[in-house]
């Protein structure tokens, strides 16, 4: 039985033909979340201008909310939006009712708002969706290194079965998916990072989210990413990642941490500088980051939930409108 990723995007390829358009899922190496669970963000319009302003074109939502998709339209933003998981078993039952999603929700926004992509759930296991979800990192102290985790100097690990080497935690978890897909006879599918981040702030047992430690992750996974370069694994597949997230969002369920991953504030000013050009225009900045600024060494303190990591497998899209 094919599973409902199979179904849902089979059915995308067979709108009827008026013409057919090759959608490029990712522009770029960068992109960044765009979640909502909040009751004092800006409004959808003013989001776009800030994503102008500070350069990211790759937005991902996590539902398919038809102000946002308005507020979109004419930007030159590329979109994917989000099946939510109420949906899934629905789609995956009906032709009739997956065919009225996607023509209600991509096909009648097409061409004027840029739709890329559609994810299908969020954080959703057992074989439900397609996304294969890394759960939040908690330390051990007694082996893995803040400075792996950060994208920071560090003597790093060398994998017994590949005899590759890897400095740093990010890459690492790539590879383990590359791997898992080529066992499963998908060694030929691209990997792409839906949702990665820091928390900056969290209860009082997360010590490991804190400003600094954010600030330090985002501002070298950037940096990283910008290399266009691929993994240990897969040296030639340029990585490609979501940052998560756009906003902190107050009402998010849950830990602490889970309402302080935004590169901004609520109110659209930075949460900490990690150097985009344009946000100086927007909002209060403090001062320019520096790869010394952010070293840091040391071994992350127990029981400290600071890190995630949501894995993809990216499908080019042949969309018919």
């Known amino acids: 039985m094919r599973t409902p990723a199979a179904v849902f995007w089979c059915l995308l390829l067979l709108f009827p033909v008026q013409r057919i358009v090759r959608v490029d899922a990712f522009t770029g190496t960068y992109g960044i979340n765009y979640g909502r669970i909040a009751d004092n963000i800006p409004a959808p319009e003013n989001v776009v201008s800030i994503l102008k302003a500070i350069k990211i074109k790759n937005v991902k939502i996590f539902d398919s909310d ?25 789609i995956n039952s009906s032709e009739d009712r997956a065919m009225e999603w996607v023509k209600d929700n991509v096909q009648s926004w097409l061409p004027d708002t840029k739709i890329t992509g559609i994810a299908v759930g969020n954080e959703v ?15 051990d102290p007694e082996h893995i290194n803040l400075s792996y985790a950060l994208f920071l100097p560090n003597a790093g690990i060398v994998d017994p079965k590949t005899n590759l080497h890897y400095d ?17 006879g998908y060694g030929k599918m691209e990997v792409e990072v839906t949702e990665t981040g820091w928390a900056s702030s969290g209860d009082e047992d997360e010590t490991g989210a804190t400003a600094q430690n954010a600030r330090i992750y985002n501002f070298n996974l950037r ?20 940052v998560f997230a756009l906003f902190n969002e107050d009402l998010k369920p849950g830990p602490g941490s889970e309402r302080h991953y935004g590169l901004f504030k609520a109110d659209g000013s930075i949460s900490y500088d990690i150097g985009f050009s344009g946000l100086s225009n927007l909002h209060t900045s403090s001062s320019p980051s520096t790869q010394k600024e952010f ?7 127990p029981n400290s939930l600071v890190l995630f990591t949501c894995i993809w497998i990216a499908v080019h899209l042949y969309v018919r409108y």
Do not use: C, Q
């Open 295 to 301: 070293y840091a060494g040391g071994w992350l303190a």
């Open 66 to 90: 038809h102000g946002v998709l308005k507020a979109f339209k004419g930007s030159g933003l590329e979109l994917v939006v989000g099946l939510s998981n109420d949906y899934v078993k629905e």
């Open 125 to 139: 296991l057992g074989g439900e969706t397609w996304s294969w979800k890394r759960p939040s990192y908690k330390s």
């Open 223 to 242: 940096k990283r990413l910008f290399k266009r370069k691929g993994t240990p694994l897969r040296p030639k597949v340029v990585m490609k990642a979501y």
């Open 168 to 184: 740093n935690m990010f890459d690492a978890t790539i590879d383990a998916a590359y791997t898992a897909l080529e066992a499963a």
